[in-house]
């Protein structure tokens, strides 16, 4: 059996008949950027997490930079930033000139460790970024108290949680400002780049709408700086049409956990991910951490199952942040999690008998 880490094409083909034709759509009315596709699903994403705007843009990257741009960060400022990310996290931070903070992450939530982001707290501290990693969302309460005390801007990192809910509220409206990203392998993929800034807060919005756009309402009008951060009319199309399938295709990720965790459950060298009491876990992956790692993901590739990491090298220990002067034994529960992290196959389309025989082949692994 062959199994890939993910499976875009199975997606494609159960929805291509309501795709073609929306793409066709925004051919013949040649509304290649925003427009009326981008408008109706910035509409219908911000209903669906139950916030006031959402603002559509070329990438979760982007989404990132616009979340601290509109709140003017800049050169001096420091942004607390979980250890163990995806880089993007951080490109937040510097594509504004300020300096990422890393701290590390709880050990059973593998979300950013909220005391710890407290710790790191100093008078150029302007705002902590909660990444919900994995498709969990992080501890927002304990975040929110802190972030409202010393007066910081609490930003959401969601690149990995459409519809992912944080003590039954949609996350997307918790914090002050969240990104989103819709790159194809995401929970909400697109057909190439694409991205979303959501929050509740209309002058940020506003800002958002703004930078995004050259710094300008009015076309030739520039009255802030700006930049070229729009989405595609086609990227629109494919989400809005997409959007509609999101809660049964989250359903589907969570059903999959659910089989990984019985048929794991009593493998003892399998530490399984945590649900959190607080969460609802959308599974954008499935992160086991095992002893003998590398052992185990080329056991599984020369079965043909395809496994990833997420991530090998905490951003603390990435050569581009040399400058900031981190050693490895900085944060404990980040490197542990590098050193021993497998990502299972996780998508929606993931049919028993895959599952059953990814199951058997760990089991085999650790039996031997
Ligand atoms: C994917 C991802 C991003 C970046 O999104 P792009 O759309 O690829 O630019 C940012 N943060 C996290 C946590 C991600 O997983």
Request: net charge negative; proline share 4%.
């Amino acid at each position: 059996m062959k199994i890939p880490f993910l499976d875009l094409k199975k997606q494609y083909d159960s929805i291509k008949s309501e795709i073609d034709p929306a793409i066709q759509n925004v051919i013949d009315n040649t509304a290649f950027i925003l427009g009326k596709s981008v408008s109706d699903f910035e509409s219908e994403f911000a209903k669906a997490h139950n916030v006031k705007h959402c603002y559509g843009v070329s990438s979760g990257t982007d989404a990132n930079h616009l979340a601290l741009w509109a709140y003017g960060l800049k050169q001096g400022d420091e942004v607390i930033i979980p250890a163990n990310t995806f880089i993007a996290t951080a490109w937040g931070a510097t594509l504004c000139g300020a300096t990422p903070v890393f701290v590390d992450c709880d050990e059973r939530s593998y979300n950013i460790d909220p005391k710890k982001a407290e710790e790191k707290i100093n008078k150029n501290t302007k705002a902590v970024v909660a990444v919900h990693l994995y498709g969990q969302p992080a501890d927002m309460d304990p975040l929110k108290s802190i972030t409202d005390k010393h007066n910081l801007i609490l930003a959401e990192d969601a690149a990995q949680s459409h519809l992912a809910e944080y003590k039954g509220t949609k996350i997307g409206g918790i914090g002050s400002v969240t990104s989103f990203s819709f790159y194809p392998g995401k929970n909400l993929g697109a057909f190439g780049e694409g991205g979303a800034v959501t929050t509740n807060d209309d002058d940020i919005a506003m800002k958002v709408k703004m930078h995004r756009d050259h710094g300008s309402v009015k076309k030739y009008y520039h009255e802030i700086y700006g930049h070229n951060y729009r989405m595609e009319g086609i990227q629109g199309a494919v989400l809005g049409i997409k959007l509609k399938h999101l809660e049964k295709w989250t359903d589907a990720r969570r059903a999959v956990a659910g089989k990984y965790r019985e048929q794991l459950k009593d493998i003892d060298a399998v530490l399984l991910p945590e649900e959190m009491s607080y969460a609802k876990h959308v599974y954008h992956l499935f992160v086991v951490q095992v002893p003998d790692r590398d052992k185990l993901q080329n056991y599984l590739n020369e079965n043909g199952i395809s496994t990833g990491l997420h991530y090998p090298v905490p951003l603390h220990l990435q050569k581009c942040f040399d400058h900031l002067g981190y050693k490895k034994g900085d944060f404990p529960n980040t490197e542990k999690l590098a050193d021993n992290c497998l990502s299972l196959p996780m998508f929606p389309e993931l049919s028993d008998d895959q599952i059953g025989y990814i199951c058997d082949k760990i089991k085999l692994f650790f039996k031997s």
